[in-house]
């Protein structure tokens, strides 16, 4: 069987979208006959048909009729070709092929499973962790967080030159004074373009060379703790303090593993409640005699 699916699709779809407004109102104004349902039919491959009624809930409203158009046609192209490719994998493949009864239900029972495993976790799992479990769990694998990339705690100012605080700025960042910290993040958010304040954070220093053009070439063997950069190039002015950097193949510091750590928990949280749901199914199918291993 030959099909010339652009040619096919070109010829149903010009008269369909010209009238589907008014489908749309049929749809809405007229009783749901067989004979209504027959005149709905928007598209057919041989013995296969699509309704409007099959089409309606993948269109979305509040869009204008020219859009409502555009995107049924997509949905209408895209059905077309599904039912085309069946068709074609059925004469091209043999019976073997063609033989997906057990691979659908396997793929059935998977799913299912998995919804009752989704459900499952939603009522039992425990996810509060306070901080001790996370320092724990860090103490105990300390073996697998080890860095990829070198990291740092910094503090980062891009100052606009036109700035009227940027003097101010300056001054500030270059007497580093913990009692002027609440100033200073104050006038950075009115003035800077960017700016990192936090001292607890530890960032990837390729996402700090992002932010600092000079930094771009420079290889991360000249920073060191304390290092301070300062500069002003094409209109900023640029301040960067580098407090403390970690290199890569070190140990990762806890504050940088503890969103991790965290996941790392609930998952292994997770999988003990489906293993004791698991143990559970299986003991009482051997007390009920529901379950023999020969």
Same mark, same amino acid.
């Given at each position: 069987?030959?099909?010339?699916?652009?040619?096919?699709?070109?010829?149903?779809? /010009? +008269?369909?979208?010209?009238?589907?407004?008014?489908?749309?109102?049929?749809?809405?104004?007229?009783?749901? *006959?067989?004979?209504?349902?027959?005149?709905? =039919?928007?598209?057919? $491959?041989?013995?296969?048909?699509?309704?409007?009624?099959?089409?309606?809930?993948?269109?979305?409203? +509040?869009?204008?009729?020219?859009?409502? !158009?555009?995107?049924?046609?997509?949905?209408?192209?895209?059905?077309?070709?599904?039912?085309?490719?069946?068709?074609?994998?059925?004469?091209?493949?043999?019976?073997?092929? %063609?033989?997906?009864?057990?691979?659908?239900?396997? #793929?059935?029972?998977?799913?299912?499973?998995?919804?009752?495993?989704?459900?499952?976790?939603?009522?039992?799992?425990?996810? !509060?962790?306070?901080? *001790?479990?996370?320092?724990? @769990?860090?103490?105990?694998? /300390?073996?697998?967080?080890?860095?990829?990339?070198?990291?740092?705690?910094?503090?980062?100012?891009?100052?606009?030159?036109?700035?009227?605080?940027?003097?101010?700025?300056?001054?500030?960042?270059?007497?580093? %004074?913990?009692?002027?910290?609440?100033?200073?993040?104050?006038?950075?958010?009115?003035?800077?373009?960017? @700016?990192?304040?936090?001292?607890? !954070?530890?960032?990837?220093?390729?996402?700090?060379?992002?932010?600092?053009?000079?930094?771009?070439?420079?290889?991360?063997?000249?920073?060191?703790? +304390?290092?301070?950069?300062? #500069?002003?190039?094409?209109?900023? #002015?640029?301040?960067?303090?580098?407090?403390?950097?970690? !290199?890569?193949?070190?140990?990762?510091?806890?504050?940088?593993?503890?969103? +991790? =750590?965290?996941?790392? =928990?609930?998952?292994?949280?997770?999988?003990? $409640?489906?293993?004791?749901?698991?143990?559970?199914?299986?003991?009482?199918?051997?007390?009920?005699?529901?379950?023999?291993?020969?």
């Amino acid at each position: 069987m030959q099909i010339r699916i652009k040619q096919y699709l070109r010829a149903m779809l /010009k +008269g369909l979208f010209i009238c589907l407004p008014f489908l749309f109102l049929a749809c809405k104004s007229k009783p749901d *006959t067989l004979a209504n349902k027959t005149s709905r =039919i928007v598209a057919k $491959v041989n013995e296969q048909e699509l309704s409007l009624e099959d089409l309606q809930p993948y269109l979305l409203s +509040g869009l204008s009729p020219r859009d409502s !158009t555009k995107m049924a046609q997509r949905f209408i192209e895209q059905w077309a070709a599904d039912q085309l490719l069946f068709l074609k994998a059925s004469e091209s493949l043999d019976e073997a092929d %063609q033989s997906v009864e057990k691979e659908v239900e396997r #793929y059935r029972k998977t799913l299912i499973n998995h919804r009752l495993e989704e459900k499952l976790i939603e009522e039992n799992l425990d996810t !509060t962790i306070n901080k *001790t479990e996370i320092e724990n @769990y860090y103490n105990n694998h /300390k073996e697998s967080f080890i860095l990829k990339d070198n990291i740092a705690k910094v503090n980062y100012v891009k100052v606009p030159l036109t700035s009227n605080a940027i003097e101010k700025i300056k001054k500030m960042l270059q007497a580093n %004074q913990p009692k002027d910290k609440d100033q200073l993040k104050a006038l950075c958010l009115q003035n800077a373009e960017n @700016y990192f304040l936090n001292d607890s !954070t530890w960032l990837l220093m390729d996402d700090i060379r992002k932010e600092i053009p000079r930094l771009r070439e420079e290889a991360d063997l000249n920073f060191s703790n +304390g290092k301070t950069i300062e #500069y002003s190039e094409n209109g900023y #002015y640029y301040y960067l303090r580098i407090k403390e950097i970690r !290199t890569k193949n070190s140990v990762s510091p806890l504050n940088f593993e503890r969103q +991790g =750590i965290r996941t790392f =928990i609930l998952n292994e949280r997770k999988a003990n $409640v489906l293993k004791q749901y698991r143990q559970q199914l299986l003991d009482k199918a051997r007390e009920d005699k529901k379950l023999l291993i020969f």
